[in-house]
């Protein structure tokens, strides 16, 4: 059915779910490369497992960090394989179910993660003197991301499959560069809209934050040769 659509619709839509996604991504890439090349030796995560050895943070970061790589790998497959890439294994209505029971789970486990850390970031005196305030709002940020991630799946559990697929539909017109994909997210609901648009926040902010440790993992320490650095001798 044709849907009449203002002209202010349109524009407002274009803007946040067209133009702003490909805005964030060119600053995500700038940014890496601005972070990589001229600050590199602040790309990093301060540990503050010494200042604090509590149990928050033994449980909290692997629940979250675990969960959450679950929940990236749920994204890229959820929202970005076509339907003839899956479609012989699975119908879309199980790939839906999927989304629900193994996305939900996952994210219900870094939801708890995030919780205690952000808990412990906030109330531990040591922890909260020596954070930022861009390391206190990052947590806080991806606190409420995982939060209305699981009150959209939540929306989507009870949605008709259509409502679902219209999201599919959008992130990959938005992959090959079709202007007018955010046609699909009309319909969407606000809080899947809430959303997409703190994702892309995110996007925007990560290579200014802390969350730059994903992408300076040491892998080299798994295959080079142990170093003596102090054999007493001294
Ligand atoms: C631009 C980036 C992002 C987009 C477009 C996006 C999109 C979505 C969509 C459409 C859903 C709903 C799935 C459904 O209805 O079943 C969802 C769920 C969810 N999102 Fe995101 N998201 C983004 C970034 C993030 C980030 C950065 C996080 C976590 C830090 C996150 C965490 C979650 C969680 C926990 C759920 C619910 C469970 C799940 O499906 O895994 N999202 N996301």
């Known amino acids: 059915m044709e849907q009449q659509i203002s002209a202010t619709t349109a524009w ?4 946040l779910f067209a133009y702003l996604p490909y805005v964030a991504f060119g600053i995500f890439i700038a940014g890496l490369i601005w972070r990589i090349r001229h600050a ?30 679950g929940v990236f790998f749920g994204h890229i497959f959820g929202l970005l394989a076509p339907e003839p890439l899956y479609i012989w294994l699975m119908s879309n209505e199980t790939k839906r179910l999927l989304a629900i029971i193994m996305g939900g ?49 939540y929306v989507t559990s009870q949605s008709p499959l ?3 697929m219209t999201i599919d539909h959008w ?21 899947h809209k809430i959303h997409i648009l703190l994702g892309f926040l995110i996007v925007i902010v990560f290579p200014f934050t802390m969350l730059m440790h994903m992408v300076a993992t040491p892998i080299q320490y798994l295959f080079r040769p142990n170093k003596v650095i102090n054999n007493g001798s001294l």
């Open 12 to 15: 407002i839509y274009s803007v």
């Open 40 to 69: 590199n030796p602040t790309i990093q995560a301060l540990s503050t497992q010494f200042l604090s050895n509590d149990k928050m943070i033994k449980w909290g970061s692997p629940l979250f960090h675990f969960a959450v790589i």
């Open 105 to 153: 789970a996952a994210g219900i486990v870094a939801f708890a993660g995030i919780t205690l850390m952000m808990i412990r970031r906030f109330s531990n005196e040591r922890v909260s003197v020596r954070s930022s305030f861009a390391d206190k709002a990052i947590v806080v940020l991806i606190f409420v991301q995982i939060l209305t991630g699981l009150l959209g799946t």
């Open 162 to 164: 259509e409502a679902y």
């Open 171 to 191: 992130a990959q017109g938005l992959f090959i560069f079709k202007p007018d994909s955010w046609i699909h997210l009309l319909d969407t609901s606000l809080i």
